[in-house]
């Protein structure tokens, strides 16, 4: 069994920072992508940032240039930092990630149960 588990959501004013963090547990035997995505109020969940094995980096047009994701593959997290919030990136925040949990090359997609982000003076 795999738990995601993150933290560091909150209340923010406009332009300020909050960095999330992700840690994985259970039966691990190697992580492949990490991505954080986000879900605001009748919205669909939508992919903010990932990064893969190899540390490549992608990230929603919206939070280019304000956000950045990493990741501590000894430690099995990934972290958000976001910088410069603005009220519309208000909402839900899940951490993903592709978990081998074998030696086999098989891979399943886990969630974390998401963290709330609120921007607001």
């Known amino acids: 069994q795999v738990q995601l588990v993150e933290s560091g959501g909150g209340l923010v004013q406009p332009g300020g920072s909050l960095r999330l963090s992700c840690t994985a547990s259970g039966s691990i035997f190697s992580i492949n992508a990490m991505g954080w995505y986000r879900q605001a109020p009748g919205r669909q969940r939508d992919l903010v940032a990932r990064i893969t094995s190899g540390g490549i980096t992608d990230y929603a047009d919206s939070v280019k240039g304000r956000f950045t994701i990493s990741r501590d593959n000894v430690k099995k997290m990934s972290f958000l930092q976001m910088n410069s919030l603005k009220p519309e990136d208000t909402a839900i925040y899940f951490c993903?990630?592709?978990?081998?949990?074998?030696?086999?090359?098989?891979?399943?997609?886990?969630w974390g149960q998401g963290t709330q982000v609120t921007v607001s003076s």
């Open positions: 993903q990630m592709i978990i081998q949990t074998t030696p086999r090359p098989i891979t399943y997609q886990y």
